[in-house]
């Protein structure tokens, strides 16, 4: 028993002296990565059609080469932007009347009141002043512009020849009007002066002087009325303050009824159905009233209403700003772009307005200065027409040298050979105006090999003219040409496999002008498009064709990359085709760069399918493929999260083979590492 623990003891120690240096072993794993599956499907579905004999393909393709849309029709923004200050705020007309009567002249005839006798001439100077209680016209004012009618009526049994008469601030004193009045008959005759207010300070407060009376001895005795003299009429007008306190009546400042012209880029347009567009209001004033504003678009209908807005803006509290902002949606109108009065005048471009804006009177008086304003804007903008009629103008352009893709061959390079290939160049003309074109120059560029072939054929400098469609969304007319062996390369063209095509061309609308008078239109979709459309059966005699798949992966996720020892990329092939490929392994960064490419042996190569006689698959054939990973790989593992996957199809002999709708390619990958683990007791 003691031996037992001196043993015990022992392991102990020697555990304890070993506590510094890892215990290492390796460790194996294997996680699955993807799944895929490559066809001709996958590269070109949509250019592919089988045919019903066999099955095969049939390949048809459209190309966009180039595309001209008249949307470019949208219209400019166009509105009003309108302000007023107080110069077109207006005051009230307004009338006030004093009296300065016998006993205020004389006091002497105060005691012969009612009496009848013979009034001697008289001269008299400076009588004393009368107050005139002027609070009905503002409080204060000083005018831009206005008019102040004097009208004195002689009440007395006397004639008047010579009245000086003069009006004055009662605050300083200041002289508002000074004018003289002669001859003016006994009982109510009558004399008036107007007197020009411009730049004029007015209060509510003011005196009346007679600076001097003048009148001629009675005709005989007449009765002396103390209570009568003369009659002093105030009348004020066309009164446009630059400051006042005041109560300002309800007025329109603004009243528009015309017609607004709108930019259309050298088009001529009659009716404008609306897409898409907005009309914007904004109103902002400092004016302590409150305001309102109509719009009205006689001429915009939408389920046949015209648009009408009416749009209210509350006064502003003093020394602030009053603001409304409102956005409404002119989608699904129909503008008549003839003009405010098309049966008199029809015109183009043009659109009927009526503004109006009305400042509403509280009846309360407030102040008002130059300082002050509204202002208005309105914008119709960012109108796209849902379609147009009218003049579309005669436009020419010339687009390139420009670079389109050509996504027929946006998966595959190497060699190919065509048979009974036919193409055509197609202009698809949906715009509703006659049109020519021209091609200068079509060349098309394969970036795998770095060729380019340029199109050889007559067409090329030709004008071709397209005409206008009937009027009916989605219609269209196609001008067209064949190219084939005979008048053209597109063969070579086209088994160049080129990638992108590079195009010079010209476009005109209305090369003759306006021959339709006004008649053409456009819709929101229409446009002028040329492309090459490819038909032929996909029968290729096959030298180094290559399908590419790309496919995500995480190898983060999978630990610390620095301690794998070794491990394979293991991939499971399903083989549809009844060719044998080739394969280049790449593993890629999150930009799609190359990192690393894997070691793919000559040997190992994806098996065919077997075939019948006539070259149809008839069964697939499975094959697995490892490739070696070592540890000089774990560094492009840590930072590959995309793997390229080149499959190259191998047509030995240069047999024209054909490829079928059923013939895919289905692949799993998987990785296995081993891993050298390390613990610290």
Not at 623 to 645: C, D, P
Request: hydrophobic share 40%; charged share 20%.
């Amino acid at each position: 028993m003691r031996w037992r623990i001196w043993a015990f003891l022992l392991l102990c120690q020697c555990i304890t002296a070993c506590d510094r240096k890892p215990i290492a072993w390796d460790i194996g794993a294997t996680v699955p990565l993807f799944e895929t599956e490559v066809s001709l499907d996958q590269v070109d579905v949509k250019y592919l059609t089988s045919t019903p004999s066999d099955s095969s393909y049939l390949l048809t393709y459209d190309n966009l080469v180039y595309r001209y849309k008249i949307q470019d029709l949208q219209t400019s923004d166009t509105g009003i932007d309108v302000s007023f200050n107080l110069r077109k705020l207006r005051l009230n007309d307004q009338t006030i009347s004093n009296s300065i009567t016998l006993g205020q002249i004389n006091p002497i005839f105060r005691a012969l009141d009612g009496q009848t006798t013979v009034v001697p001439a008289q001269d008299q100077s400076n009588l004393s002043p009368t107050d005139i209680d002027a609070s009905a016209f503002f409080e204060t004012a000083t005018l831009d512009t206005g008019y102040l009618d004097i009208t004195i009526t002689n009440e007395l049994p006397v004639d008047m020849a010579l009245v000086v008469f003069e009006l004055t601030n009662a605050s300083d004193g200041s002289v508002v009007a000074s004018d003289s009045f002669t001859n003016i008959a006994a009982n109510v005759g009558s004399a008036k002066k107007t007197i020009d207010l411009r730049g004029k300070t007015v209060e509510k407060t003011l005196k009346g002087t007679i600076k001097r009376l003048v009148t001629l001895a009675s005709n005989g005795a007449v009765l002396i009325d103390a209570g009568k003299g003369l009659k002093v009429d105030l009348g004020v007008r066309q009164l446009r303050p630059s400051y006042a306190v005041a109560a300002f009546p309800t007025q329109d400042v603004i009243d528009e009824d015309l017609g607004i012209t709108m930019y259309m880029g050298g088009a001529e347009i009659k009716y404008f159905k609306v897409a898409t567009g907005r009309l914007k209001i904004h109103l902002e004033s400092t004016i302590q009233e409150d305001m309102s504003m109509v719009l009205a678009l006689p001429g915009a209908t939408k389920d046949g209403q015209s648009f009408y807005q009416e749009v209210k803006l509350p006064a502003a509290k003093a020394g602030g700003v009053s603001v409304r902002d409102e956005i409404y949606n002119m989608s699904g109108y129909m503008l008549d772009f003839r003009g405010k009065d098309p049966d008199v005048k029809d015109t183009v471009n043009t659109y009927h307005q009526i503004l109006r804006v009305t400042m509403d009177s509280s009846g309360r008086k407030v102040a008002v200065g130059l300082s002050d304003s509204i202002r208005i804007t309105y914008t119709l903008e960012s109108m796209t027409p849902e379609y147009a009629i009218g003049y579309l103008g005669q436009s020419l352009e010339r687009s390139g040298p420009e670079k389109v893709g050509f996504d027929l061959f946006n998966g595959i390079s190497g060699n190919l050979g065509l048979q009974d290939v036919k193409v055509n160049l197609i202009m698809r003309n949906s715009i509703g105006a006659d049109g020519r074109v021209k091609l200068y120059e079509l060349k098309g560029e394969n970036i795998f090999d770095q060729r380019s072939v340029a199109l050889n054929s007559w067409a090329i400098n030709a004008d071709f003219y397209v005409t206008k469609p009937p009027f009916q969304r989605g219609a269209f007319t196609e001008t067209q040409m064949t190219l084939d062996a005979n008048n053209s390369n597109i063969k070579g063209f086209l088994e160049n496999m080129p990638q992108f095509l590079h195009y010079d061309v010209e476009s005109e609308v209305n090369p003759n002008g306006n021959v339709s008078g006004w008649k053409d239109f456009v819709f929101d979709d229409s446009r002028l498009d040329i492309f090459l459309r490819v038909e032929a059966p996909l029968s290729a005699s096959l030298g180094s064709i290559i399908l590419r798949d790309t496919q995500k992966v995480n190898f983060k996720s999978l630990g610390d990359m620095k301690r794998v020892k070794s491990g394979f990329f293991i991939l499971d092939f399903d083989n549809g085709f009844p060719i044998q490929f080739g394969l280049d392994i790449i593993l890629l960064d999150a930009n799609y760069q190359q990192l690393q490419a894997l070691e793919v042996g000559p040997e190992q190569f994806v098996a065919p399918a077997q075939a019948d006689a006539n070259g149809f698959p008839i069964a697939s054939r499975q094959t697995q493929l490892r490739i070696g990973l070592s540890r000089e790989n774990a560094w492009a593992l840590s930072k590959a999260e995309h793997v390229l996957i080149r499959y190259h199809l191998d047509g030995s002999n240069s047999q024209v083979k054909r490829l079928y709708n059923q013939s895919k390619v289905k692949v799993k990958a998987r990785a296995e590492f081993e891993y050298e683990v390390q613990l610290n007791p």
